[in-house]
């Protein structure tokens, strides 16, 4: 026979407009009856000490009335609705077996007033001209509505619910925001020896490479590494051009979403970004799409991490690291003008708000925390020490 709470549950969920349908005429009822029961045990008590206090016969009546529809509204939200729900959100699976057998007892005796009610309904909004059944359509905010009370009542781990926001978020990001920007990108010359490309490879530890005539400015194609390998074990001489792959060009307008439809058609593993004048500004693998979703992955090496949480409480940041990953880091909820996608990183962040390119060890204050300059790699700002500004730790401290 097994659980037979848990059978009761499966014969609920396999009927939920049944369900629900009961549980709301059992609360309209319940409902009903407290204010009949209410008014008439303390209504006119009430209203006779009210007389008793100097009010007028209809002044006593009004006020005895109001207090118990206030005491009787009052303890059915608390009791009825956010105690109960309190306690099912407490131990779910619990409660659903210890209360399925009784609602689904309840569910099938209210089976001829429940139906009586359908066709009731469906018969007004027919005179009415109302389709019966509308779709509903659930909405992104709905969604995220919905994995935030998940995370709150424990039942979805953070990290889960990060990720699937970023999922939303793919669709909204551009590939600037996402992408390995010209400054970083490692590429092999088309003149190249295969000798001498694969000592490059080996030295920057990539496994996909664009190929160029003296800049990137002149992509000829990609290379995977392990076809330089195979190329270099079998003794074949000569450049690299000769063995290079068709390189992939997109535009930077298009979002994370759609280049990842575009990974996914093509079965490409690299794609060049490009801007409206045709100039290479990025490039993207799908490890870099993955970790738009999953957040950083760990990193080969230590020193190479986005961001470092020191032991007194400051963190120790890339300023190439993306804006995404800085919110989810330091539980940031908006950043200015952000919307308008002025900015990508953290160095991009702090530029807008300084207004100005800045030198080493200048700062900005920004949504309570503050930014200062630890290494510059020429005009870019390469290492960002980030501490909570003063007037956050006085409030925090107020606040305790």
């Known amino acids: 026979g097994g659980d037979k709470g848990a059978v009761a549950v499966m014969r609920l969920q396999d009927n939920p ?67 109960s729900k309190r306690i099912g959100q407490s131990a779910p699976e619990q409660i659903a077996r210890f209360m399925a057998r009784p609602v689904l007892f309840l569910a099938t005796a209210a089976r001829p007033f429940v139906a009586l009610l359908a066709i009731s309904t469906n018969l007004v909004l027919r005179l009415l001209r109302i389709p019966s059944e509308t779709p509903k359509d659930v909405t992104e905010a709905e969604l995220q509505a919905h994995l935030e009370q998940g995370v709150d009542a424990g039942i979805i781990e953070q990290h889960e619910h990060q990720m699937v926001r970023n999922v939303f978020l793919l669709d909204d990001r551009q590939l600037t925001s996402i992408m390995v920007p010209h400054s970083e990108i490692e590429w092999l010359d088309a003149q190249d020896s295969i000798d001498d490309a694969v000592q490059k490879a080996w030295t920057t530890g990539h496994s996909w490479y664009p190929v160029c005539r003296g800049s990137l400015e002149d992509v000829v194609g990609v290379i995977h590494l392990p076809h330089l390998l195979s190329l270099q074990a079998d003794g074949v001489n000569g450049s690299i051009r000769e063995h290079v792959q068709p390189a992939v060009f997109v535009p930077e ?60 409480g400051t963190w120790l940041v890339d300023g190439a690291m993306p804006v995404t990953e800085l919110k989810f880091r330091l539980a940031i909820d908006d950043l200015p003008d952000e919307d308008k996608g002025r900015y990508n990183t953290v160095a991009g962040l702090m530029q807008t708000v300084a207004g100005d390119l800045l030198e080493l060890h200048q700062q900005v204050d920004c949504a309570g925390w503050r930014f200062e300059v630890l290494a510059l790699d020429g005009r870019r700002i390469d290492q960002v020490q980030i501490s909570r500004s003063p007037e956050a730790e006085i409030t925090a401290e107020a606040d305790d």
């Open 17 to 83: 407009t049944q369900f629900f349908s009961t549980i709301q005429m059992g609360n309209t009822t319940i409902a009903l009856l407290n204010g009949i029961v209410g008014e008439g045990a303390f209504g006119s008590g009430l209203s006779l000490t009210f007389e008793r206090w100097g009010m007028s016969t209809g002044v006593a009546s009004a006020m005895g009335t109001a207090v118990v529809v206030i005491v009787v509204t009052y303890i059915t939200i608390v009791f009825g609705e956010l105690v």
């Open 253 to 312: 307008t298009l979002s994370g979403m759609e280049l990842l439809e575009q990974f996914r058609e093509k079965a490409t593993r690299m794609a060049l970004v490009v801007d409206e004048y045709g100039i290479v500004q990025g490039l993207l693998t799908p490890l870099d799409m993955l970790e738009a979703i999953t957040g950083e992955l760990s990193p080969q090496q230590p020193v190479d991490a986005w961001a470092t949480q020191r032991e007194d």
